[in-house]
């Protein structure tokens, strides 16, 4: 059985940084920031335990500079969850971010967000 990212990196993200965390960009965006967004948009796995999932975390915020600061947050969250050893019953025991955080224009303009791809390797504790 392999580790449901989303839900992991949900809690993780939420405990380590104190901040929202979700998978869906909620209504009334530009009231809800500063927040994350992760999506699994691809990976593979053994079958078996081990999972290499790719996922996308998006850093909200209102202005250009909070989305790139957090953004950076969020990369220093993801390597402590791989030094962290076990949590909620999984182990990563790898991250790598690729590509790193980038702006990404967004048509709302009363937010700015900026986005890297972690491909992380997993499996149950």
Aim: with cysteine.
């Amino acid at each position: 059985m392999s580790v449901l990212i989303e839900p992991l990196l949900i809690a993780w993200l939420s405990q380590d940084m104190s901040i929202t965390v979700t998978t869906e960009t909620p209504p009334s965006l530009e009231a809800r920031v500063p927040l994350v967004q992760v999506a699994r948009i691809s990976g593979s796995d053994d079958g078996y335990r081990l999972d290499h999932p790719i996922v996308d975390v998006t850093a909200w915020a209102s202005d250009r500079l909070a989305a790139a600061r957090l953004a950076g947050q969020v990369r220093d969250s993801m390597i402590r969850l791989w030094r962290y050893g076990e949590y909620r019953g999984a182990v990563v025991t790898d991250v790598e971010i690729r590509p790193a955080a980038c702006w990404v224009p967004y048509d709302n303009t009363a937010v700015r967000r900026y986005a890297a791809t972690y491909h992380l390797t997993t499996h149950p504790a």
